[in-house]
């Protein structure tokens, strides 16, 4: 039998936005782009614009930050 069930359990497509993100491609999650951890769609809440970078909490942006020299290391 064959149905439809949504997305699925694979990495969605997504182009950041200013204050919204657009989904490309559907999925359930992105992986941070630091910590590799995954990110359910629904809890996504930090990225970069400029990188087109998902990030899995503040401190994981930070670290990007830091590592694109937009802020000084710690």
């Known amino acids: 039998m064959n149905r439809f069930e949504g997305p699925g359990d694979r990495p969605a497509k997504i182009r950041y ?3 919204d993100f657009q989904i490309l491609m559907p ?8 910590t590799g951890d ?3 769609i629904e809890e996504l809440k930090y990225w970069s614009v400029a ?4 990030y899995a909490d503040v401190h994981a942006s930070v670290t990007a930050d830091q590592r694109a020299g937009l802020l000084p290391a710690k």
Not at 27 to 34: F, K, L, R, T
Not at 51 to 54: A, G, V
């Open 17 to 19: 936005l200013d204050g």
């Open 51 to 54: 990188r087109q970078e998902p």
């Open 27 to 34: 999925g359930n999650h992105v992986i941070c782009a630091v």
């Open 38 to 40: 995954f990110i359910p």
